[in-house]
């Protein structure tokens, strides 16, 4: 970060990144629309639409918050992922003592885990593709676009708040799942210290990469452990 920026060389660092973020949520808002006015006008798309709403959020989050800016940031030559940043090995071991901590509360509250019970059935294969496209845009925009972006303009620690800020806002309604098990205040600390642990490590090198393929296989692997 060059000290000596000035205000209007801030504009400019931040003004590619607002940019891109109206972007991705004005796509995200106006294809959530679009499912919903197609749904009232088709007699049976509405009901198809009813049944697959969540599905259809997660789509709609997955192309507004990787598709979406991993193309915007390849067509400006940013690159769609950042090279220096290889390090699989820590974000392995952050999102291991995740699991470890979320999984091993299963064994105090065994129904607040219904949700993640699968069999091995088509149903489950659908719900595991749409899982990793879920996690995969919340870790690379957060990551990869928020912090990726920010880190030349403001520093590393500006850009952690930045992202921590984007990681919380991404993570809303974990906060709403988690009351019964740690209450509000307990999912709030929660996310918070996840955000701020991930956001460090991403700062010293963690492949975006990695985080995005061990949240998909922490949540995984909550569901195997619930359906045993």
């Not at 629309?33 to 088709?42: H, P, Y």
């Not at 593709?129 to 957060?142: H, K, M, P, Q």
């Amino acid at each position: 970060m060059n000290k000596n920026l000035g205000a209007r060389e801030l504009w400019q660092g931040f003004a590619p990144l607002l940019l891109l973020v109206a972007i991705s949520c004005a796509s995200y808002f106006v294809l959530n629309f679009l499912f919903s006015l197609f749904g009232n006008r088709v007699e049976w798309l509405e009901g198809w639409l009813e049944e697959r709403g969540a599905q259809l959020r997660i789509f709609a989050s997955f192309f507004s918050f990787l598709v979406l800016p991993a193309t915007i940031l390849a067509i400006r030559g940013r690159g769609v992922f950042q090279d220096k940043k290889t390090n699989w090995l820590f974000p392995f071991i952050f999102y291991l003592l995740v699991f470890l901590l979320a999984g091993g509360f299963y064994f105090v509250n065994p129904d607040f885990y219904y949700g993640f019970q699968q069999d091995l059935s088509p149903s489950a294969i659908f719900w595991l593709v749409f899982l990793a496209i879920r996690v995969f845009s919340v870790d690379y925009f957060t990551k990869r676009v928020v912090q990726g972006e920010l880190e030349p303009v403001i520093g590393p620690y500006g850009a952690q708040a930045f992202q921590l800020v984007a990681w919380m806002v991404g993570h809303v309604y974990e906060v709403v799942w988690l009351v019964p098990l740690w209450g509000y205040a307990g999912g709030i600390i929660f996310l918070l210290v996840t955000g701020v642990a991930s956001g460090y490590i991403y700062s010293k090198g963690g492949s975006v990469q990695a985080f995005m393929v061990f949240h998909w296989l922490m949540n995984v692997g909550i569901a195997i452990l619930v359906s045993l």
